[in-house]
């Protein structure tokens, strides 16, 4: 992670503050204007996808008046009388939709094609005409379902606009086009010279498919108004007047002659047309307030963009303005004791990082400001008592002077009567010195046999207290075989156990295979645990038989230590007797000598005194050189170290700024 982040670190290192504040706001702001664009464009997208749909919509309703003055006029032409919608009045309403709507849905070429196709009426009832006729009506459908296509209404992504949709294009134009076509073959079955023998099977098909045709209408519109409880009653009225009409024109197609085939095709077929003009109001209500509340949304959520765009810069520019005050804050109370000034303080009200690194800057301030005035006494003192050590050096380096010569004198006169003294005490020393050194002998000797008596002592305390461990490590021994038959009779107890478990095991069939395993593995450990105390009875038994052999020895070797005892305590008394006769033998040599080495003694005595004098007074001549050596460089460094001092500020005394070591200059 932190290589990671190397890179980063590097480049913001070279950058001052506001110009890492301003880069951090950029990448802070450009997800959140990303964010909204996306989301705004995916609303405009939805938009602009439901307003294409209302335009299908509207162009789907212009082809519904085409197709039914279509039909109207096919009627007219079968039963006689004048068209109710001309099919040029028609066309022209679908001329001016396409003029305003076609470019959109790059319908243009569709409905010029479909404009060379348009049949004439004047050609009477004729099956030729008739069939023109249909086939434009189909035409129609094509292009309806290929308007449908263009304009997303087939990919609608909503349950009540979708199946309104299908009910609108897939359902109510084809209901009406084969409505009016049953009529029209079941008008040349009642004897019309038209009639031909396919007619009837057409007339089953036809019927056929108006049943399937209305039973998948009412699955729309009933799935619909299920989704969509707002919209139930709008779309259910027309669906139960097409049911009706629907139902009379199937009657009349049975033959149950109740008010004319006619008009009960006619009536059919404005039911559809009516049906279809109720739906598509309704679809393009559903798709406007959709459009509407995908623009209310696309306008909550710029103005959330904004808000939070304008907070972030807004809290950015707080979090840069409180920072930079803290660092500013910081910077120049910084720059202000670099400069010596100590009377400065980090001033500072928040409670981050920032403000306790100022109030950790202040307390080091305060310290540093204490240190120097207490640096700055010290010096003081340090500088004034230097300089009197130094005059003070300068007058015990005369006197030591004066007095390493008198002493060089006395020791000179001293050292000629060592010299005499000596040559006396030499003659009678090496009688001294032949006494002593058999009296030392044989006090060596008598230590020694001593040592030897002290030493037989300890080994038979020694001796004594291992037969006492000893005879202790054996009534232990008797205690664990005592513990071995416990051990002994669990482990009996337990096999008795593991038996009885065993016999359980066994009338318990089946299920208790498991237990009498575990029983048999219980009663081997019993049989283990018992062979392991007997082998350890065994080892225990060997241990005591050892035990006893051992205290038999240590017996016989006590009586024999006691034996060599009390030989060497003879033979002490006997050396410390010798030693008696060797001591009044030597006393006589050491009085002869004693005065003659007294006056030698006492005189290299003084020659030696004399010489440490000597040697005492030279060094301390050296030592107070060098010291006054020290003390002239300790006034200089003082000297130093006050001018140093003397360069902060710590302090106001009277409204004016002091520096340490003032009062004392």
């Not at 050609?123 to 006729?133: E, F, K, L, V």
């Not at 997303?152 to 294009?169: F, K, V």
Request: net charge negative; glycine share 6%; proline share 2%.
């Amino acid at each position: 992670m932190k290589m990671l982040l190397q890179p980063a670190k590097q480049l913001m290192n070279r950058l001052t503050y506001s110009r890492k504040m301003f880069v951090a706001g950029i990448f802070l702001c450009i997800p959140t204007l990303l964010l909204a664009y996306f989301l705004v464009t995916n609303i405009y997208e939805q938009i602009t996808f439901s307003a294409k749909e209302r335009t299908g919509v509207r162009y789907a309703a212009s082809l519904d008046s085409l197709l039914q003055a279509v039909i109207d006029s096919r009627y007219a032409a079968v039963w006689g009388g004048k068209p109710r919608i001309p099919i040029d009045q028609a066309l022209t309403g679908l001329a001016e939709v396409d003029s305003l709507h076609g470019g959109e849905l790059g319908m243009g070429e569709a409905f010029k094609s479909l404009k060379t196709k348009l049949p004439d009426s004047r050609g009477g009832a004729t099956r030729q005409m008739i069939d023109a006729h249909g086939t434009f009506a189909a035409e129609l459908l094509e292009m309806k379902v290929l308007v449908a296509d263009r304009s997303n209404l087939t990919l609608d992504p909503d349950i009540p606009s979708y199946y309104l949709m299908d009910a609108l294009i897939t359902k109510l134009p084809p209901l009406a086009e084969t409505v009016s076509r049953a009529a029209i073959v079941a008008a040349r079955l009642s004897g019309g010279p038209e009639s031909q023998v396919g007619d009837r099977a057409e007339l089953l098909l036809l019927s056929g498919g108006i049943n399937t045709l209305v039973d998948a209408l009412k699955k729309d519109i009933r799935t619909a108004a299920g989704a969509n409880a707002a919209i139930r009653d709008r779309i259910q009225k027309p669906l139960l007047e097409l049911e009706t009409a629907m139902a009379t024109f199937q009657k009349e197609l049975r033959g149950t002659r109740t008010v004319g085939l006619s008009r009960a095709g006619m009536e059919a077929t404005d039911a559809a047309f009516r049906a279809a003009s109720q739906l598509s109001p309704v679809l393009d209500e559903l798709l406007g307030s959709r459009i509407s509340t995908l623009q209310l949304r696309m306008s909550v959520y710029l103005s959330l963009s904004l808000v939070a765009f304008l907070l972030g810069i807004y809290f950015n520019l707080a979090c840069y303005l409180s920072v930079k005050e803290g660092i500013s804050a910081v910077h120049d109370a910084a720059r202000k004791v670099s400069n010596g000034d100590l009377t400065v303080e980090a001033r500072l009200s928040s409670r981050d990082e920032i403000g306790e690194t100022c109030g950790m800057f202040n307390t080091m301030t305060d310290n540093l400001r204490r240190i120097i005035v207490t640096l700055a006494e010290v010096t003081e003192k340090i500088h004034a008592n230097s300089g009197a050590i130094a005059s003070t050096m300068d007058q015990q380096s005369g006197f030591a002077t004066q007095l390493s010569s008198s002493v060089v004198e006395i020791s000179s006169t001293m050292e000629e009567f060592s010299s005499t003294a000596s040559q006396i005490a030499l003659h009678s020393q090496a009688v001294v010195e032949r006494a002593d050194k058999t009296l030392e002998d044989t006090k060596n000797g008598a230590a020694e046999v001593e040592n030897l008596t002290f030493k037989v002592n300890d080994i038979s305390g020694t001796i004594q207290a291992n037969l006492g461990e000893i005879v202790d490590l054996g009534r232990k021994s008797k205690e664990i075989n005592k513990v071995m038959e416990i051990i002994n009779n669990i482990a009996n107890q337990t096999k008795l156990i593991a038996f009885n478990a065993a016999l359980e095991a066994a009338s318990a069939g089946e299920s208790g295979k498991r237990f009498g395993v575990v029983a048999v593995e219980i009663r081997r450990l019993a049989d283990s645990v018992v062979e392991s105390t007997s082998e350890i009875e065994g080892k225990i038994t060997e241990i005591l038989d050892a035990v006893n052999r051992l205290v038999m020895s240590s017996e016989k070797s006590f009586q024999l230590i006691q034996e060599g005892q009390e030989y060497a305590s003879h033979t002490v008394v006997m050396l410390i007797e010798s030693v008696d006769g060797v001591e009044e033998t030597t006393s006589a040599a050491r009085q002869i000598s004693l005065s003659t080495q007294q006056q030698q003694i006492a005189s290299s005595q003084v020659v030696l005194a004399l010489k440490d004098i000597e040697q005492g007074v030279r060094f301390s001549t050296d030592s107070i050189h060098r010291t006054n050596g020290v003390t002239e460089e300790l006034f200089n460094l003082s000297e130093q170290l006050r001018d140093l001092v003397m360069t902060f500020k710590v302090g106001k005394e009277g409204g004016q700024e002091t520096v340490p070591g003032a009062e004392q200059s």
